[in-house]
């Protein structure tokens, strides 16, 4: 019985980030992400699911379809490591090899990534989180630095086809509810560009504030601190079954 319930698989496909910086809402795919899982099959309907993966973003706010958006003119990159443990359910029994051969299937679970956004000044790519562009660590501020880390709730949905009784192939979009707003390093007000200057250098101070209209725009928002960062994963999966290597080996024993 055991034989038939571990799976290893693979995943690959698209990334997107929905947050303060870039198009609202679910769009086009803005940068890529693979990774790895395994897979214990409880039963017919449920599994266990734990895996790890990387992935990119790279997010503009020139391809926004707000205008204020498109005028903050904002955007950031960064590289995505995460882990992440779910569980499954088969809408429909999943038993390949057979008339069951296949099944939407819905997921949810919990996870934790790191993260470190960028952005390019002048040709050069800078972190942005030791620049503090929001005035955290500053001498006028209260806030610190955000943390490079952070946990998430995930939650999606797929379909997947037996393609023998051993490989499976399948589709699906996950969402990730981070516990941050600093994904993309924008969550606060603007900061007063001179003590950004002065305590963090004029780099800081031009990346904090790349807007098309110049001004003042002290204790006015860049983002919306209220909400937290989303990034969501669509991928294709291939999945293989060990049920052979493990009855070989069960023969073997006796």
Known sequence: MNAQRAEIGVQVGGSH?????????????????????FRYNIDHHWAVRIGGNYGELDVKDANAQL?????????????????????????????????????????????AFGFNPEARYRGTWYELQPLGTEGQGTAASEEAPYALASGFIMFGMGYKFALSRHVTLGLEMTFRHAQTDYLDDVSGQYFDPAVLAEERGLVAASLSDRSRSPGDKSLTYRGNPANDDWYIFSAVTLQIRFERFYEKCATFVR
């Not at 980030?17 to 899982?37: E, H, K, R, T």
């Not at 003119?73 to 995505?80: C, H």
Request: hydrophobic share 30%; aromatic share 22%.
């Open 67 to 111: 205008d204020y958006r498109r005028n903050r003119n904002l955007s950031f990159r960064t590289d995505i490591w995460e882990g992440y443990l779910t569980m499954e359910f088969n809408y429909f029994e999943f038993k390949p090899g057979t008339p069951q051969w296949h099944t939407p299937y819905l997921l949810g679970g919990i996870g």
């Open 17 to 37: 980030f929905w947050g303060d910086v870039g198009p609202y809402g679910l769009n086009l795919p803005q940068g890529y992400q693979g990774g790895l899982f």
